[in-house]
């Protein structure tokens, strides 16, 4: 395995620090999932994008990577939706868990290696609890089970809240049945119409908090590597994971929290609450895969990105600029060259040098908390290095064996960024290259034999499409707009 030295900057120490892994050459990430009641929207796809990176990169370094995602399907706002829809909770989630695996795939993301639902783990979830009641973190009242904050010391060291502070400030509806305010549900008691399970304290069905942390340690141990999610899980959601994991076990819960900033439109966060959210689908439509993966990566995952049209179009042509290039190098290198360096004259030495430099500071600046900005600049300095050899009508040997190592290298970082069109699917499948290839055909008859109307027809119809011909002399190509 190479020189890995990962540095990840915590949220729990507020420091960048180096990752070691609790297990060697192994990584254990948990990330939270969505909570199964509607379409997710391209803020929650970018949190999924960027740890889809994360993982991807960290397989890259040779560690073999465990990662699992929840699916939060029990939930005020389902059970809402179902009322609202006349239906049961069930038929809400199956269809929306359906959804995100299709809208996740769209953007590129790869598949977990596990999709725990809260529904299939109450009974761990139960046990859980039951063992916080035991050793007296946890309480119950009326059918409710509430952990106990005053009881765990460190409470607030992730969000670096201060508990006096937040009891000062806090604004929760007084709840009678809480010994403190800031006490939060374990467990919660059926109402009349709701879903529920049998426990120890009568139906009822777990809070959001403690399934993450019964279902993260099922899966990746007591203490496992990383746990993830947006900037705004860090409180109360994770703080409590902590206290409840800990509190439970006794033992470190997750050695690194990483935390996404979020995206953002006219400088507000999307949310759905807000009703200012665009869905994954609906934007997907418009903006092809690559171009949403390369939009997002562009800036840092910690900081916030306003979603706009010009930062979409912005991201659109760097995509295709990439993917031209990318498209011509596959044609020139068709095959395999073996690269002898002893063979190349010195012009060809040196954009061998500046190439090898420009990857090794792209993989630099991935390990270093995963610094996407400054990786993709690298990616785009390697393209525009390269790009005078694609203009050459004959290429040298030394050149077409550099352009060969230059493909691989970039198709072996694209292992995490997602950039290059697929092959399989989306808007520039080999399938779709292929149509166009014969519409563009059937217009030129058209033209030849003066056919205006029809040939216009053509153009239009793509156009109302998204796609644009342009001619050049003989030629015309296609692109999305
Ligand atoms: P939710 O279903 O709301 O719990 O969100 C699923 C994931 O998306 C969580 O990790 C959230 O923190 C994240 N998320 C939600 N809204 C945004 C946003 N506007 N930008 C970035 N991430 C978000
Ligand atoms: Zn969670």
């Excluded at 929760?172 to 010994?179: N, R």
């Excluded at 399934?211 to 590597?225: A, I, P, V, W």
């Excluded at 990857?359 to 908390?369: F, G, H, P, T």
């Excluded at 030129?444 to 644009?468: T, V």
Aim: charged share 30%.
């Amino acid at each position: 395995m190479e020189e890995m030295s990962l540095k990840v900057y915590n949220s729990l120490t507020k420091k960048k620090e180096e990752f070691v892994p609790t297990e060697k050459d192994k990584a254990k990430i948990y990330v939270c999932g969505p909570t199964v009641y509607d379409y997710i929207h391209i803020g929650n796809g970018r949190a999924f994008v960027v740890f889809d990176v994360v993982r991807r990169f960290l397989r890259y370094l040779g560690y073999d990577v465990t990662y699992v995602m929840n699916l939060t399907d029990i939930d005020d706002r389902i059970i809402e939706r179902a009322e609202r829809e006349n239906t049961d909770t069930q038929t809400i989630t199956v269809k929306f868990i359906e959804a995100f695996f299709e809208d996740t795939e769209a953007l590129g993301i790869e598949r977990a290696d596990i999709y725990p639902k809260a529904t299939d783990h109450v009974q761990d979830i139960i046990e859980l609890i039951q063992s916080l009641v035991d050793r007296g973190l946890a309480y119950q009242v009326n059918g409710d089970v509430f952990y106990d904050v005053s009881t765990f010391a460190s409470y607030g060291s992730l969000s670096g809240k201060r508990i006096e502070d937040l009891v000062a400030g806090s604004r929760v509806a007084v709840d009678e049945s809480k010994k403190n305010p800031l006490d939060f549900t374990l467990w919660k008691s059926q109402k009349p119409g709701e879903p529920g399970w049998q426990s120890p304290w009568g139906m009822g069905r777990p809070g959001w908090h403690i399934e993450c942390s019964t279902m993260s340690m099922k899966y990746l141990g007591q203490t496992f590597d990383i746990h993830a999610g947006g900037v705004d899980l860090v409180f109360p959601h994770h703080e409590n994971e902590i206290a409840q994991s800990e509190g439970a076990t006794g033992k470190k819960f997750v050695k690194y929290w990483l935390h996404n900033g979020f995206l953002q439109i006219g400088g507000e966060k999307m949310a759905k609450s807000l009703g200012n959210f665009k869905t994954v689908r609906e934007i997907l439509k418009k903006v092809p895969t690559e171009v949403m993966r390369l939009f997002f990566l562009q800036k840092h995952y910690r900081s916030p990105i306003d979603l706009t049209d010009q930062g979409l179009q912005a991201a659109g042509s760097a995509a295709n600029r990439l993917n031209r290039f990318y498209q011509k190098l596959q044609d020139m290198v068709m095959t395999e060259a073996p690269l002898e360096e002893e063979s190349l004259n010195e012009k060809e030495l040196q954009v061998l040098n500046t190439h090898r430099r420009l990857k090794s500071e792209l993989v630099e600046a991935m390990k270093d908390d995963f610094n996407t900005p400054v990786a993709v600049s690298r990616l785009f300095d390697m393209v525009r290095e390269l790009n005078a050899l694609l203009t050459k009508d004959n290429l040298m040997d030394g050149e077409r064996a550099l352009l060969s190592q230059a493909k691989q290298d970039i198709e072996e970082v694209d292992s995490f960024f997602g950039f290059l069109r697929s092959k399989g699917s989306g808007a520039n499948s080999e399938l779709v290259n292929g149509l166009m290839e014969i519409l563009i055909d059937v217009r030129k008859e058209l033209r030849s034999r003066k056919i205006w109307d029809l040939a216009d027809k053509i153009r239009q119809e793509l156009d109302k499409n998204n796609i644009a011909l342009e001619d050049k002399g003989q030629e015309t190509a296609w692109r999305v707009k």
